[in-house]
């Protein structure tokens, strides 16, 4: 059978389409983000994004109930949103099959933080698989709605960057369709969690880890791999595969289920080796848990935070360092920017300019923190900016300067709402600014509700966003086009000086939205005073000449959106002719 | 074969991911095991990136470290500089000579140092100009696949396959284009031009 090239995301979404998956639903994340983007496209299922991760395992929870399988899919701190469901669902168990990946980001590529979502399995007892590869990605999900409806249970598979975000080759299967449920009767005493049900299930769920504890000390997902027994390395995930690479020859007790561990296994290959290490990145679940085994951990000292690799590893045994040309440390940095005609960029500036202390959020506009706008004070997660611009307030304030909360569509909708319901009840007097910009940006452009956009393209409706801003009860709401300059100052200056709660909505549609260009613009070097004022809006089109210090316009990357033209006293950014190809040639 | 190990790096944006997918599935469809690895996110709005392609009888890790790399693909020539420890002393570099100044250097908040193009010679850098290479295959958008025939002359895997894959992979319309910017990177790179 010819195999292909698939990420860990895809294989994942390729297995539960295999295991008879009916539904599957997330919220996007990065890493996750592709597992449903892929499943939907499968067939015979149904898929749908949530507006946040506790919502999407609530549904899931409902389609369980129904008797169908269900994947649900999320990043490591939607995890945390979704936590509430998922301790109790530990207690109440499954009908159809429910697995939730949920995607680590060691390294921290595209999150807030490093949290390991291995102490979330042990914390509310939910056995967690841990694929190494696309291959196991996809033969794992398999095996996690089995055990799942075998023991009536949600099932994590947890993958990291490094396996999401990996391709390697798989075989891929066909799909195995479920029957259809038996009829369906209502069983309070397993799913109405209330303390007399819920002191019942609480014994059923210490019996289920103990035999799944059981089941972990016999099944294949564990595997011991005894070469020379000087050095034995416990490790799991994509460091299984560093390990190999670095320490071929080291014995290894991969383990493919990060909870429950095999305690009778490890016990067993702890007195098979000289030495039992343990190499894991970002946490020290796996230690830990082996130490309150009772099985001695040697250290080895691969670094605390951050990701590993095959050389950390080397390191890590005393092994020589390869040979290696010298590193140039003195290059400038190249951080992520808003892209040019970014409709964030002239909100940003407004506040730099008008010295707003801001309560950030996530998305792309959190880019708005680093320089040249350097105007956000906060990111903390979604939707933390609502409350924090509230909190300010309600401790005095923080000087003269205005507080302003600035939160992106999605994340309004993923966690901003009950803030702004809050502020409305306790009598905020504060600002807040939604950026609308038509998609959830930053993780690739999903559709949300704000748009109405839905993952298989099923009808749905636009939330009318100043509505309901309005029924919440703001009564200063005011819809602006970011791109007008002016306007966006005027309104800010306006809105931060009134008595009132107020919301601004900034809408237009994100720049890698708009298919149609404008002609780019160019800098007329005679008019140009070498003010610097268009330079500060942190384009990426628009550069200081080293020389003459004058701006100066790349063609190349211009889309011709106009921001600069209105920051400019001097006329001195004008309409070139259409663009031209890079270099020159044609 | 033991393992070989190509890393691709640029701008976010550049178009690193499609090269690096183009050359694991030319590796794959040659029989080889291989991995990719790569990363999505905030990172590719406009930042530093990279991408790791393994292909050999056995590959493990996705990912890879200083003084490991067998072939560099710089997509850009600041970015080349910044990964050039990762080559092997013994390893090739291209680079595409195109400079895009990262944002602080825009605003005047850093500078970048000179002459860097004499440092990457001196590392034996071949230089493809890709960007004009490919303007004159017709389409602006595949100096990635300039640089993927420029990458095919050190590597073990037929032209027809190479092709094939190319052909699969890019939108219809651009096959034409795709299939002349690959042949002048090939030849761009056998010429094992530093004309600049």
Redesign the interface.
């Known amino acids: 059978m010819t ?1 292909i ?1 698939l990420s860990g995301n895809e294989a994942i979404a390729q297995g539960a389409w295999e295991a008879g998956a009916a539904v599957g639903v997330g919220y996007p994340g ?2 996750s ?2 597992t449903l983007e892929r499943f939907c496209k499968l067939q015979d299922v149904y898929a749908e994004w949530a507006p946040n991760e506790k919502v999407a395992l609530e549904v899931a929870a409902g389609v369980s109930l129904a008797g169908k399988r269900v994947l649900v899919t999320m990043k490591h701190v939607g995890l945390n949103v979704a936590a509430d469901p998922l301790f109790t669902l530990a207690y109440t168990g499954v009908r159809g099959g429910l697995v939730i990946l949920v995607a680590d980001d060691p390294g921290m ?2 999150s807030q933080n490093e949290q390991d979502s291995r102490n979330y399995a042990a914390f509310a007892r939910v056995p967690m698989l841990e694929p190494s ?1 696309s291959a196991e990605a996809l033969e794992f999900t398999r095996e996690a709605f089995e055990l799942s409806e075998r023991f009536d249970t949600p099932v994590f598979v947890r993958s990291t ?2 396996v999401s ?5 798989v075989k891929t299967g066909a799909r195995v369709e479920q029957a259809e449920p038996s009829a369906y009767r209502s069983n309070p005493a397993k799913w109405v969690m209330m303390p007399a049900m819920a002191k019942v299930r609480r014994a059923v769920l210490d019996e289920r880890i103990t035999e799944m504890t059981a089941f972990a000390d016999t099944s294949e997902l564990n595997r011991e791999e005894i070469r020379d027994i000087s050095l034995g390395i416990v490790c799991a995930g ?1 460091n299984y ?2 390990v ?3 320490l071929p020859d080291a014995s290894v007790l991969k383990l493919g289920m990060a909870f429950p561990l095999p305690a009778q296994r490890l016990r067993a290959f702890s007195a098979n080796v000289d030495r039992l290490v343990v190499v894991e990145e970002a946490d020290d679940y796996l230690a830990r848990s082996i130490r309150s085994l009772g099985i001695d951990v040697s250290p080895f000292a691969v670094p605390r935070a951050g ?1 590993l ?4 590893i080397r390191r890590a045994a005393g092994l020589p ?8 440390d ?10 040019p005609g970014c409709p964030h960029r002239p909100v940003f500036d407004a506040f730099r300019k008008q010295r707003v202390v801001v309560t950030g959020d996530i998305g ?1 506009y959190t ?1 708005g923190a ?3 706008l350097a105007a956000m004070d906060t990111c903390v997660d979604m939707g933390a900016s609502i409350g924090m611009a509230h909190g300010v307030e309600i401790a005095g304030g923080v000087g003269e300067r205005p507080v302003v909360a600035v939160i992106g569509d999605s994340t309004f909708a993923h966690s901003g709402i009950t803030g702004l319901v809050n502020s409305v009840y306790n009598g905020s007097t504060g600002t807040i600014v939604i950026l609308d910009n038509r998609i959830t940006a ?3 452009h999903q559709g949300n509700p704000i748009n109405g956009i839905t993952l298989q393209n099923r009808p749905s409706r636009e939330l009318d966003l100043a509505g309901l801003v309005r029924a919440i009860g703001v009564e200063r709401v005011r819809v602006v086009d970011p791109h007008d300059l002016a306007a966006v100052d005027e309104v800010l200056r306006e809105e931060t000086a009134a008595e009132e709660l107020s919301v601004i909505i900034f809408r237009a549609p994100c720049a890698l939205l708009v298919r149609e260009k404008g002609d780019p613009y160019a800098v007329d070097e005679d008019a140009c005073t070498k003010c ?1 004022v268009c ?2 809006l ?1 384009c ?1 089109a ?3 000449d ?1 020389a003459t ?1 004058k701006a100066f316009i790349d063609v190349s990357v211009c889309v011709g959106c106009g921001q600069c033209v209105q920051v400019c006293r001097y006329d001195a950014i004008v309409h070139t002719g259409p663009a031209c ?3 020159g ?2 | 074969m033991s393992t070989t190990t190509v890393m691709l790096c640029g ?2 944006g550049q178009g690193t991911i499609l090269a690096a ?1 183009l050359l ?2 030319v590796a ?1 469809a040659s029989g080889l ?16 990136v990279d991408t790791v392609v393994k292909f050999g009888d056995e ?10 790399v067998d072939h560099l693909v710089a997509f850009e020539i ?2 080349a ?2 990964r ?6 013994e390893g090739r570099l291209l680079v595409n000579p ?1 400079a895009i ?13 000179h002459g860097l193009q004499a ?1 990457l010679a001196d ?1 034996g850098a071949i230089f493809i ?1 890709a ?2 290479l ?3 295959a017709g389409s ?1 958008k595949s100096a990635n696949v300039v640089l993927m025939g420029a990458l095919s002359t050190g590597l073990p895997f037929s032209e027809d396959t190479w092709r094939e894959v190319i052909a699969r992979r890019v939108p219809p319309k651009t096959v034409d284009a795709n299939m002349a910017a690959f042949a002048l990177g090939r030849q761009a790179c056998e010429r094992g031009s530093c004309e600049l």
């Open positions: 195999r090239l990065t890493p983000t592709e590529h595209s590869d960057v490094r975000h990996a391709k390697s080759l994509v595969e560093h190999r690479e670095a990701e690799s095959p050389g950390a360092e390869p040979e290696t040309r010298e590193a140039d003195s290059l400038p940095p190249r951080p992520p920017l808003m892209c792309c880019l680093l320089k040249p930053m993780t690739g610097g330079v500060k942190g990426p628009i550069g200081r080293e210090r190809d890079l270099g040639a044609s | 701008v976010g997918d694991a599935k794959a095991e291989v991995k990719l690895s790569e990363v999505h996110g905030m990172s590719q709005r406009g930042g530093s590959v493990f890790s996705p990912v890879t470290d200083p003084g490991m600041i970015e500089v910044r050039v420890h990762y080559v092997k002393p195109r100044q990262p944002l602080p250097v825009l605003t005047g908040d850093a500078a970048v140092p440092v590392e100009d960007d004009i490919a303007c004159q602006p």
